[in-house]
């Protein structure tokens, strides 16, 4: 088979195979295993495909038609200006958790002008999964003191993986969010970003098969998706330091129970911002001083 006929094979798998992207998915896997994106696949498409390299191409399209998610095949994933690894045991970042990091550093300059590269500022990413909004911040406020926090072993992996692969600053802690003893040695924060589970536990069995390879630890909220911000509103914004930035990523149809939340809390200018769909996505909230 020549290199054009192999790709537009995987393609044809991939869409009867019901994936909602089968042109995309077909050509980045075609590059991990060819080393050719689209343009290179049109200049050199007659060439002969090389047994080996097809031999892994089909391997791996099989396992994407069977729903393992692209992220984990390719083994990397953008996020902001950054490729992150990714694989079992841990959540792909996602594009709209991109505005929680946008978000976060606005929402943080808006407060304090003079943050600058964030030195002297205190930054914590909670439920921290690949390292991904702590990496982002730490790119954003690059003399900062960021600190990442992920219980879940297989996660931490990544999470210290990416820290390396970025030589961005940033440490990794291993502590459950959920246990009040871990916020110690938390106060004073400047921003305190989370990205936490927030499906309610009855939703999960009906996501995307593709979900359904995700870690459940890093979806599950609880009964009513909120299990996480309850944590955050009793142990962890009270670590924030007075005219602290608090951000955090949410289902969409969660922004008015996390406002009151928060508001109780004692933050007070809430805003939510929606993502690219038109969806609640980001809550975002300054400590009273």
Sequence with gaps: M???ETYRAGMRT??????????????????????????GLILRGREAAGEEASRA??????????????????????FLDMELAVGEGVLAPREETELLVREGAARLRRALPEAGDGAGLAIADLCSGSGAVALGLAGEFPAASVRA???????????????????????????DV???????????LSLLAANPPYVTCGEIDGLQREIHHEPRSALDGGGDGLVFYRAIAAHWIPCLAPGGVCAVEIGENQAAAVSALFTRAGLADIEVTKDFNDFDRVVTGRRLP
Excluded: M
């Excluded at 879940?152 to 961005?168: C, D, H, K, Q, W």
């Design 2 to 4: 020549t290199l054009e």
């Design 149 to 175: 926090v992920e219980r879940f072993p297989a996660a931490y992996s990544y999470l210290t993986e990416n820290i390396r692969r970025t030589g961005r600053r940033v440490t990794p802690l291993s502590l």
């Design 14 to 39: 991939l869409r009867e195979a019901g994936i909602e992207s089968p042109a995309f998915d077909a050509v980045c896997i075609f590059e991990k295993y060819f080393g050719l994106d689209r343009q």
């Design 57 to 78: 191409f089909f391997g791996s399209i099989g396992e994407r038609a069977a729903g393992r998610p692209l992220q984990y095949i390719l083994g990397v994933w953008p």
């Design 178 to 188: 959920l246990r009040p003893e871990s916020a110690a040695g938390f106060c004073g």
